[in-house]
């Protein structure tokens, strides 16, 4: 059998000079791959044409692939995704397009499960992987085997989807975050044990005052970060009463694990608040948009968290001052407020003591008008003034006056012990009320009067106590009393 001949034109071989982009020259073939399939040579004879090989569709299918795979063994190609779909087994079928031409592609599951994104129509994207015809169907297709947005790393594209549905979702509404407590008792860290950002926010707290930690590990980057994050916060939120998750600063794909959508959910769902200070002020992950606070270093977080207590010491030394203030003032105005009620009851008492006496007076001056001998000594000085009279009338006028004169002594008489009489239950009714008045008679119903050793009155049991000596003043008498106890809440019943 003669050998074979590489294929031509004429022979079956296949153009592609049609393609978008020419290949290099054909690459050296792989050893486990035969050789595309050509017609083998027929001996010319004079005069007569060469018959066409036939080819069973297999053979067709197969060499057509081969030479594909062998020409176009790993490209790149940017187009538009349209048709997407992706069933239940896990594989996604789509088709890549620009404004001339469509090219069939399947980025089987162990691919697509590492994607960082979830592609969908209309996105455009740059697939890498091989062309090659599926030989079930003859259909020409791209494996892909790599798939990143074009102009827009996966990374970012992951993060605003995820931002998206999760915004769509209220996690990031700010009515569902807690504010920090004021005074925490332990403070929960989630970050790595040996990097810099626990070194940071444990200088802080110590220079800002005292604090108790408890630092939960977990790794904060690489594939399993997400779950260890989630894990050490579990850990740790029953402890405390905030965490921290925090970490330093990093490139994009550093601080991926803080895109996480189920770490977000995790931060969503913490018992306690969450402060997540991940990266420097510039960085922004999914973590910082659903945590209750976000801080814009690890040692921001330590300021936001940790009390001072130099600021705590000055706020209680200033409340303390106008605690003062507030008291004395306060005092000073119930002292005021107490002296004018003093003066305005004192007045009172000397205006009502006034009037006492006024009346006192009148009825004594009344009752000096009625006493006898004032009487006596007016009827005296009729009587001589009718004496003198009737030495100036005759004897008969003189013998009537002289009846007239027995008769108005004899009425004078009678007026006067009336007179006598009624001043005198008069006198006793005024002796009465002034013995109402007199302290001395209220010493005679049982009261007494109470004084300390330095004359003060005691109106009230609280102004003495256990051992003081006092002076109770009686009705007749005084007694010098020690006190054995003194219940000021008794005085009032």
């Given at each position: ?7 031509n034109k004429q022979q079956g071989a296949f153009d592609f000079t049609g393609a978008r982009e020419r290949a290099e020259p054909e690459p050296t073939r792989e050893p486990d791959r035969a050789p595309p399939i050509a017609p083998a040579p027929s001996v010319e004879k ?300 004192a007045q009172g008492l000397r205006n009502q003591l006034g009037k006492r006496r006024r009346t006192l007076e009148i009825d004594q001056r009344r009752m000096a008008a009625l006493h006898p001998r004032a009487r006596l000594s007016r009827d005296r000085a009729a009587l ?109 019943e």
């Amino acid at each position: 059998m003669p050998s074979e001949k590489p294929p031509n034109k004429q022979q079956g071989a296949f153009d592609f000079t049609g393609a978008r982009e020419r290949a290099e020259p054909e690459p050296t073939r792989e050893p486990d791959r035969a050789p595309p399939i050509a017609p083998a040579p027929s001996v010319e004879k004079p005069g007569a044409k060469e018959a066409p090989r036939v080819f069973t569709v297999s053979d067709l299918v197969r060499g057509v692939a081969r030479t594909v795979e062998g020409r176009f063994g790993a490209v790149q190609v940017e187009g538009e995704i349209s048709n997407f779909s992706a069933p239940r087994s896990g594989h996604l079928y789509f088709t890549l397009k620009d404004s001339e031409a469509q090219l069939p592609s399947v980025m089987f599951r162990s691919q697509a499960e590492r994607l960082k994104f979830q592609p969908h129509d209309g996105l455009v994207v740059r697939a890498r992987g091989r062309c090659s015809i599926f030989e079930g169907q003859g259909k020409f297709q791209l494996y892909v085997d790599g798939l990143e947005p074009a102009g827009l790393g996966a990374l970012q594209l992951a993060f605003e989807q995820l931002k998206k549905k999760l915004h769509g979702e209220g996690l990031f509404a700010e009515a569902r975050k807690r504010p920090l407590p004021k005074w925490p008792q332990r403070i929960g860290i989630v970050t790595s044990p040996t990097g810099a950002a626990v070194r940071d926010i444990l200088r802080i707290a110590e220079r800002r005052g005292r604090a108790r930690f408890l630092v939960s590990p977990c790794q904060v980057q690489g594939d399993s970060a997400p779950f260890e994050i989630i894990r050490a916060i579990r850990r740790v939120e029953g402890y405390v009463d905030v965490v921290i998750v925090a970490r330093g600063g990093g490139s994009a794909e550093d601080l991926a694990a803080f895109n996480d959508e189920a770490l977000a959910r995790a931060i969503a769902s913490c018992r306690v608040p969450v402060v997540s200070a991940v990266g420097h002020e510039v960085d922004y992950t999914i973590a910082d948009f659903v945590a209750d606070v976000r801080a814009p270093t690890p040692s921001g977080a330590a300021e936001l968290v940790v009390p001072s207590f130099s600021e705590l010491e000055h706020r209680l030394t200033e409340t303390g001052k106008r605690l003062m203030r507030a008291g004395t003032r306060v005092v000073g105005e119930a002292r005021l407020r107490i002296d004018a009620e003093l003066a305005r009851a004192a007045q009172g008492l000397r205006n009502q003591l006034g009037k006492r006496r006024r009346t006192l007076e009148i009825d004594q001056r009344r009752m000096a008008a009625l006493h006898p001998r004032a009487r006596l000594s007016r009827d005296r000085a009729a009587l001589d003034e009718l004496g003198r009279r009737i030495l100036q009338h005759p004897p008969l006028r003189l013998e009537r006056a002289r009846g007239d004169l027995e008769r108005l002594d004899k009425r004078l008489a009678s007026r006067v012990q009336q007179v006598v009489a009624a001043r005198r239950r008069d006198f006793n009714v005024a002796v009465g009320k002034l013995d109402a008045m007199s302290p001395l008679a209220v010493l005679e119903r049982g009261y007494s009067l109470t004084r300390k050793t330095d004359g003060s009155v005691v109106t009230d049991a609280a102004q003495v106590k256990r051992g003081d000596e006092v002076r109770v003043k009686l009705s007749r008498g005084e007694l010098e009393c020690v006190v054995q106890s003194a219940d000021p809440e008794g005085a009032d019943e």
